[in-house]
Nanobody, 120 residues
Framework: QVQLQESGPGLVKPSQTLSLTCTVSGGSITTNGYYLSWIRQPPGKGLEWIGYIDYSGSAYYNPSLKSRTSVSRDTSKNHVTLQLTSVTPEDTAVYYC????????????WGQGTQVTVSS
């Protein structure tokens, strides 16, 4: 069974970089057809897609966040990392990693999510 788990600091100061790691077990991040995505949910708001990295290592981003976002991977550890620079309190949210079945645009597995608060 595929499992995903987010980890990283829960508190980040404004202007700093948010960095989170998604650890994948029970499956490979290089499996053809599957992407690893980052999604967030601010308090009282809906889900917002941040970006994903595909099985070949190519990354794609929400245009509204592209200038500040980087998604990378370590295939030897089955890790996918999110970095979001120049954060503000508006970036406060629960951050999720999720596996995307690309051909069907369907998220079949989700991590439990991790709260990140941006505050001085």
């Amino acid at each position: 069974q595929v499992q995903l788990q987010e980890s990283g600091p829960g508190l980040v100061k404004p202007s700093q970089t948010l960095s989170l790691t998604c650890t994948v077990s029970g499956g490979s991040i290089t499996t053809n057809g599957y992407y690893l995505s980052w999604i967030r949910q601010p308090p009282g708001k809906g889900l917002e897609w941040i970006g994903y990295i595909d099985y070949s290592g190519s990354a794609y981003y929400n245009p509204s966040l592209k200038s500040r976002t980087s998604v990378s991977r370590d295939t030897s550890k089955n890790h996918v990392t999110l970095q979001l620079t120049s954060v503000t309190p508006e970036d406060t949210a629960v951050y999720y990693c999720a596996r995307l079945l690309g051909v069907a645009a369907y998220y079949d597995y989700w991590g439990q999510g991790t709260q990140v608060t941006v505050s001085s």
